[in-house]
């Protein structure tokens, strides 16, 4: 019986917070499977153009592969490298070029043990402001 008014105070000052707090639940953007898959067709129109042979990884906000794509002649590992770069820029929330520099820098070397993999190639996906995904690209030159 004593667990009781625990629980009841506790339950009074958990409804208290909620009403001067923010709402309990929030709305997010997703990537949809047709926004991603146009992200990667628009990247590989930019290859072509650029005579750039590039693969690429899209993930959403929780960092799950949501599209990836290979051009023909892609090395067998660009994927793979893609993935990294998008899964570094979605953890760091920023353009891997941005962290690439910091650790070149010395000023954070925590992405280097942390097992990232900051090289130039890959950006956050941001809508109004909230970052919705991340999209990683590998076999061209920088971003």
Same mark, same amino acid.
């Given at each position: 019986? *004593?667990?009781?008014? $625990?629980?009841?105070?506790? =339950?009074?000052?958990? +409804?208290? =917070?909620?009403?001067?707090? &923010? ?11 047709? /926004?991603? *898959?146009?992200?990667?067709?628009? $990247?590989?129109?930019?290859?072509? &153009? #650029?005579? &750039?042979?590039?693969?690429? @990884? ?14 023909? /002649?892609?090395?067998? #590992?660009?994927?793979? +490298? ?10 760091? *929330?920023?353009? +891997? ?8 820098? /010395? ?7 942390? #097992? ?11 809508? #109004? /402001?909230?970052?919705?995904? @991340?999209?990683?690209? =590998?076999? @061209?030159?920088?971003?």
């Amino acid at each position: 019986m *004593r667990i009781l008014p $625990c629980v009841l105070s506790l =339950s009074i000052v958990f +409804t208290a =917070s909620l009403a001067e707090a &923010q709402a309990p639940t929030t709305d997010i953007k997703i990537i949809s499977s047709a /926004g991603a *898959r146009a992200m990667a067709d628009a $990247c590989s129109a930019w290859a072509v &153009q #650029n005579k &750039q042979v590039v693969a690429m @990884a899209i993930l959403d906000w929780g960092g799950h592969l949501i599209e990836s794509h290979a051009m023909e /002649g892609a090395a067998a #590992n660009a994927i793979d +490298t893609a993935l990294l770069k998008a899964k570094s820029a979605l953890r760091w *929330r920023r353009a +891997t070029s941005e962290t690439n520099k910091i650790v070149r820098s /010395g000023e954070n070397l925590a992405p280097t043990f942390m #097992n990232d993999f900051p090289q130039p190639g890959a950006l956050p996906v941001m809508v #109004n /402001g909230q970052i919705v995904g @991340a999209m990683g690209v =590998s076999g @061209a030159d920088g971003e």
